[in-house]
C-alpha cells in the first residue's frame, strides 16, 4: 500500500518466477482494478494479464524492449493509454522518433542525489601495457581503501558470449577475448592475489548468481569479475571502480549503463575501458566518445550516427534498413525541424485546405507501416 493507508493504492507484483497461487492472485488484483498499480517484468506482455482500465504505461529501460513488446502493453488498454518511456541510453530508432517530433523529451541531466561523477578513461592496452598494470593496482588501492571492484568480460569462456553488442566485434578470431571462466583465476594467482575475487555469469544456477550478488553486496567479496549480466538493477554504493575489458565488443548503450555500477555511493566512481584496438579504429573513435561524456543523450546520438536509425516506420530498432531513402536523421535534422513546424501550421489551418496533401496522408494511412508511427 503506497503510504500505509487503508484507502491508498493497491500495489501488485506479476513476473515469470512466481508460484502459481501468487501469480493467480496479481492476475485477478489487475483484471479487476483492485490494484491501481501493477509492476512487472516482461511477463506483463503474456496474453493471461488483463487490466480492468490500463490508463498509463511506464516502461523502464526502454531500450531492453522491442517496438512490438512496448506496443502490447497499450494493446491491453480500451482506449490509447499514456506512454511514458526511460532510459540511461535512447536506442536510435528513439532518437529519430524525438528528431521528428513523434516523442516529447524530459531529460534529466542531473545525478540523482548522493550520487558521485564518474570518471571514465580509455586503456589501449597494446600500446601501452603499462596503463592495463595501472587499472589493476587502481583495483588493489581501492579495495584497501575499503571499496569493490567491477572486472567486465564480453565472454563467459573461450568460445562463448553473453550480451556483448556483437554488432561490433573487430575481426573474426575469438581467441584473444577475454572471458570471466579464464580471466578471474589469472588475476587472482597474479596481479590480485591476495584480494577475495569471484565470478559471475548467466550460465550460473538462480542461487549461485543470487549468493554471489548477496556476498558482494554485504562486502564478502572485492572483485567481482562478470559478464554484462550487472548491466542493470544493480546497485552496490561500495564499489568505486570498473574495469571492462575488450570494451570494444560492446556497443555505446551498453558501456554507458554498465560504468553506471559504480560511483553509487558516496565516493567518485572509476570506469576503465581496455582496448586492443589501434588509435584510428572506428571502435576506439565511439570508446574515446564514451569516455568523453556522461550524458547517455548525447551519447545515443552518437550510436544513431555510427548504427542508423532503423525504421521508424518498422520495426528495426537500429541499422540502414529503412522507409526513409533519402534523408538522414542527424544530417537533416534542420530540415526535418522546419518540416514539423510546417506540418503544426497546415494542422492548425485545417488539412482540408490541402487536398493533393490529404490524398497522399490517406494513402500513406493505408500502408501497414504507418501503424509503427504510434508504436514508441
Not at 307 to 319: C, H, K, P, T, W
Request: net charge negative; with cysteine; aromatic share 4%.
Amino acid at each position: 500500500m503506497l503510504g500505509g493507508d487503508e484507502n491508498a493504492t493497491q500495489v501488485t507484483l506479476i513476473t515469470g518466477s512466481q508460484t502459481a497461487a501468487a501469480r493467480k492472485e496479481a492476475l485477478s488484483l489487475a483484471a479487476s482494478g483492485s490494484a491501481g498499480i501493477v509492476i512487472g517484468t516482461h511477463a506483463l506482455l503474456g496474453e493471461s494479464v488483463e487490466f480492468k482500465d490500463l490508463g498509463l504505461v511506464i516502461v523502464d529501460e526502454q531500450h531492453r524492449f522491442g517496438v512490438e513488446q512496448r506496443d502490447a502493453l497499450k494493446s491491453k488498454a480500451e482506449n490509447p493509454p499514456h506512454l511514458l518511456v526511460m532510459t540511461a541510453t535512447p536506442i536510435p530508432r528513439t532518437v529519430a522518433m524525438t528528431v521528428f517530433g513523434d516523442l516529447d523529451i524530459s531529460t534529466l541531466r542531473e545525478l540523482p542525489l548522493g550520487r558521485q561523477p564518474i570518471t571514465t578513461h580509455v586503456i589501449p592496452a597494446q600500446e601501452k601495457p603499462a596503463y592495463l598494470e595501472r587499472a589493476w593496482q587502481r583495483i588493489r588501492e581501492e579495495v584497501a581503501a575499503g571499496h569493490q571492484a567491477y572486472i567486465v568480460a564480453p565472454r563467459i569462456s573461450a568460445g562463448t558470449s553473453e550480451d556483448a553488442d556483437m554488432d561490433f566485434i573487430m575481426g573474426e578470431s575469438s581467441s584473444d577475448i577475454a572471458s570471466v571462466e579464464e580471466l578471474g583465476p589469472l588475476l587472482q594467482s597474479g596481479p590480485l592475489s591476495g584480494l577475495r575475487v569471484a565470478p559471475l555469469h548467466g550460465r550460473q544456477s538462480a542461487d549461485v548468481k543470487d549468493s554471489t550478488m548477496q556476498a558482494f553486496a554485504n562486502k564478502e567479496i572485492d572483485v567481482l569479475v562478470s559478464t554484462t549480466v550487472i548491466e542493470v538493477g544493480v546497485d552496490v554504493p561500495n564499489a568505486t571502480v570498473m574495469v571492462i575489458m575488450d570494451a570494444d565488443r560492446f556497443g555505446v548503450s551498453q558501456l554507458h549503463q554498465l560504468r553506471g555500477r559504480v560511483g553509487r555511493g558516496t565516493s567518485p566512481g572509476l570506469c576503465l575501458l581496455v582496448t586492443q584496438t589501434s588509435g584510428e579504429a572506428p571502435a576506439r573513435e565511439r570508446l574515446e566518445a564514451v569516455a568523453g561524456t556522461l550524458d547517455g543523450f548525447e551519447l545515443s546520438r552518437i550510436d544513431l550516427e555510427q548504427r542508423r536509425e532503423g525504421d521508424v516506420l518498422g520495426a528495426n530498432q537500429s541499422g540502414a534498413r529503412s522507409h526513409l531513402r533519402l534523408l538522414r536523421v542527424l544530417r537533416d535534422e534542420s530540415m526535418i525541424e522546419e518540416a514539423r513546424t510546417e506540418a503544426a501550421i497546415i494542422l492548425e489551418s485545417g488539412i482540408e485546405n490541402y487536398p493533393q496533401l490529404s490524398s497522399e496522408l490517406a494513402a500513406i494511412a493505408e500502408d501497414e507501416a504507418a501503424e509503427y508511427i504510434d508504436k514508441g
